[in-house]
């Protein structure tokens, strides 16, 4: 049961480097969120979607993009990479609808900007 | 806006204990609350998910009560065990909707001593 992943698991990247995270998830959910998460300071919400075609903007989107062409994928860029986005990023997914429950998550990947 | 507590934020146990860990929230108006295991350099593992209209779920040696009148749940261990030193995470959804928030505590560290 692949479930949420994600890669790469690690990364560096130099300031103003570009790059993009992948995730894919194969149980069909129509939601899709990416979170990043730093010491001490919980999950914070990126960017989501409800299904292919459709983002929004999460509580902390500044220096990031997405994209949903298919249920399946929903990558992360990181344009002009900065010091303040080292940290953890974890892509999640969730039924929704009437089935709106239980969140999964990926294994995380690790950017460290230097 | 909703506000999730954890408190203490580590604990350390000896193997075999039975435990409790707490978790607070402001706003009783949620959909449902999560409870995650996150073991280091890993990402969230889905313990268990409580719908608002629900009291307690069970699974194996977990339980996890809701009392949303006085804004409170508490994941039991029961017969704790080395394997079990991870950092537990609750997070409360206000509605069924993607967009609907998400608000994650910042965990406590459990570590259970052999």
């Known amino acids: 049961n692949a479930g949420v992943t994600q890669t790469p698991k690690f990364r560096i990247l130099k300031i103003g480097q570009s790059m993009t995270l992948q995730c894919t998830q194969d149980m069909n959910h129509n939601y899709m969120y990416w979170y990043r998460q730093d010491p001490g300071m919980g999950l914070k919400l990126i960017y989501y979607?409800?299904?292919?075609?459709?983002?929004d903007k999460g509580e902390v989107p500044n220096g990031y993009n997405v994209s949903r062409s298919t249920t399946e994928d929903f990558p992360l860029r990181l344009e002009l990479a900065a010091p303040s986005q080292t940290s953890v990023y974890f892509c999640?997914?969730?039924?929704?609808?009437?089935?709106?429950?239980?969140?999964?998550f990926g294994e995380g990947s690790r950017l460290t900007v230097l | 806006k909703q506000e999730v507590t954890q408190i203490p934020a580590a604990l350390s146990v000896p193997e075999g204990e039975n435990l409790v860990l707490n978790c607070s929230f402001t706003d009783s108006a949620i959909y449902n609350l999560q409870w995650f295991r996150q073991d280091p350099g890993k990402g969230l593992t889905s313990l268990l998910l409580?719908?608002?209209?629900?009291r307690e779920q069970t699974s194996g040696r977990l339980n996890a009560s809701l009392d949303k009148s006085s804004g409170r749940s508490t994941l039991y261990i029961a017969a704790s065990q080395p394997g079990d030193s991870a950092t537990y995470l609750c997070a409360v959804r206000g509605g069924a909707g993607a967009n609907s928030k998400l608000t994650f505590g910042k965990g406590i560290t459990l570590s259970v001593r052999p």
């Open positions: 409580i719908q608002s209209s629900q």
């Open positions: 999640a997914s969730i039924a929704g609808g009437r089935n709106t429950g239980e969140l999964f």
């Open positions: 979607s409800v299904g292919a075609g459709i983002t």
